[in-house]
């Protein structure tokens, strides 16, 4: 069983930044792609970014593409989703999924894929 636990959300102005991280418990994350998924008031949960159980892949909504990072330090068991220029329509709660992959470098960006959630964190983008 994997435990997700994420932090760092707050409340920011447009062009702000915030880190976000997904810490594992339970059992070690370096085996397992992650994505972070977000949803926002009366919107469906739509995918962010995910990236493979060693770093090596990663992939991007369009809308976040040049502004959104996602990396990883195994040695902590934590992936990070860096948020950098904010906007207002990036407010919602952000929530991070693993699927163990080891040995593949595949990602995933379909919630059916990951079967292990976490709670989330909320973001939210105002002036």
């Known amino acids: 069983q994997v435990q997700l636990v994420e932090t760092g959300g707050g409340l920011v102005q447009p062009g702000d930044s915030l880190r976000l991280s997904c810490a594992a418990a339970?059992?070690?994350?370096?085996?397992?792609?992650v994505g972070w998924f977000r949803q926002a008031p009366g919107k469906e949960r739509e995918f962010v970014a995910t990236?493979?159980?060693?770093?090596?892949?990663?992939y991007y909504v369009d809308s976040v593409k040049g502004r959104f990072t996602i990396s990883r330090d195994n040695a902590k068991n934590a992936v990070y989703l860096q948020l950098n220029t904010l906007k207002p329509e990036d407010t919602a709660v952000y929530c991070c999924?693993?699927?163990?992959?080891?040995?593949?470098?595949?990602?995933?960006?379909?919630?059916?894929?990951?079967?292990?959630w976490g709670q989330g964190t909320q973001v939210t983008v105002s002036s």
């Open positions: 999924a693993a699927k163990r992959t080891f040995p593949s470098e595949r990602y995933y960006y379909r919630e059916a894929d990951y079967g292990y």
């Open positions: 339970g059992r070690t994350f370096s085996t397992y792609a």
């Open positions: 990236i493979s159980w060693s770093g090596m892949n990663t």
